[in-house]
């Protein structure tokens, strides 16, 4: 039976795009499925009473410098080399998140995913602008003013509250959150421990 791999999913998370590039390993050397869900950090942190780090250590300079370190370490140990901080960051990302909702109801996540993510953490775009989101949308191939239209659909945003609402009752507090079963994991550095129970 193959076992999946579920993704607690924002484009707003740096560490996000980082864990995206192991998703081709993990894949596969345990065969296992890849599910995406879309949600909103931004409410997630709101409903667990947490903080984003520039926040939660901002007033901590040596945590903040660390920070920037072990993520250097993690793209040199594995081979990402066109990450780069987005200069417009933080990005307030609930359009494209409503687009991802859309993608996911479309049967194209995946393909969104993979299409906008570097658009934030190769490109540097400021995707919370609307023209620069739909031209990214067109140049990705999708169905551009669709996509406009779904991102206003009532059942849409109701999708990305939902989601976000059923993570947080599972235990997330933040992203990258990822589930094996019942068993969670947070953070980039914790999905080999995931991959393991996929290989159990």
Same mark, same amino acid.
């Given at each position: 039976?193959?076992?999946?791999? $579920? /993704?607690?999913?924002? !484009?707003?998370?740096?560490?996000?795009?980082?864990?995206?590039?192991?998703?081709?390993?993990?894949?596969?050397?345990?065969?296992? $499925?890849?599910?995406?869900?879309? %949600?909103?950090?931004?409410?997630? @942190?709101?409903?667990?009473?947490?903080?984003?780090?520039?926040?939660? @250590?901002?007033?901590?300079?040596? #945590?903040?410098?660390?920070?920037?370190?072990?993520?250097?370490? !993690?793209?040199?140990?594995?081979?990402?080399?066109? /990450?780069?901080?987005?200069?417009? @960051?933080?990005?307030?990302? +609930?359009?494209?998140?409503?687009?991802?909702?859309?993608?996911?109801?479309?049967?194209? +996540?995946?393909?969104?995913? =993979? =299409?906008?993510?570097? %658009?934030?953490?190769?490109?540097?775009?400021?995707? &919370?602008?609307?023209?620069?989101?739909?031209?990214?949308?067109?140049?990705?191939? !999708?169905?551009?003013? #669709?996509?406009?239209?779904?991102?206003? &659909?009532?059942?849409?945003?109701?999708?990305?509250?939902?989601?976000?609402?059923?993570?947080?009752?599972?235990? %997330? @507090?933040?992203?990258?959150?990822?589930?094996?079963?019942? $068993?969670?994991?947070?953070? #980039?550095?914790?999905?080999?421990? =995931?991959? $393991? +129970?996929?290989?159990?």
């Amino acid at each position: 039976m193959t076992k999946t791999l $579920e /993704f607690v999913f924002d !484009f707003g998370s740096p560490n996000a795009y980082l864990s995206h590039k192991l998703l081709p390993g993990i894949v596969e050397r345990t065969g296992a $499925e890849i599910r995406f869900l879309p %949600c909103l950090l931004g409410g997630i @942190f709101k409903a667990t009473n947490n903080n984003p780090p520039m926040v939660a @250590f901002g007033g901590i300079p040596n #945590k903040m410098a660390y920070m920037g370190i072990e993520m250097a370490r !993690f793209q040199k140990r594995h081979n990402i080399t066109n /990450f780069m901080m987005n200069p417009h @960051f933080p990005i307030n990302t +609930l359009h494209l998140m409503r687009g991802a909702v859309a993608a996911d109801m479309d049967g194209y +996540l995946a393909d969104y995913i =993979a =299409a906008m993510l570097p %658009c934030m953490w190769e490109q540097g775009l400021k995707m &919370d602008d609307a023209e620069v989101l739909f031209k990214a949308w067109a140049d990705a191939g !999708f169905d551009a003013d #669709k996509l406009a239209a779904q991102i206003n &659909d009532p059942a849409v945003k109701q999708q990305l509250v939902s989601n976000t609402e059923a993570v947080v009752a599972r235990g %997330c @507090f933040g992203i990258p959150t990822f589930f094996v079963g019942d $068993e969670i994991f947070f953070g #980039k550095d914790h999905m080999l421990e =995931a991959e $393991e +129970l996929l290989t159990d």
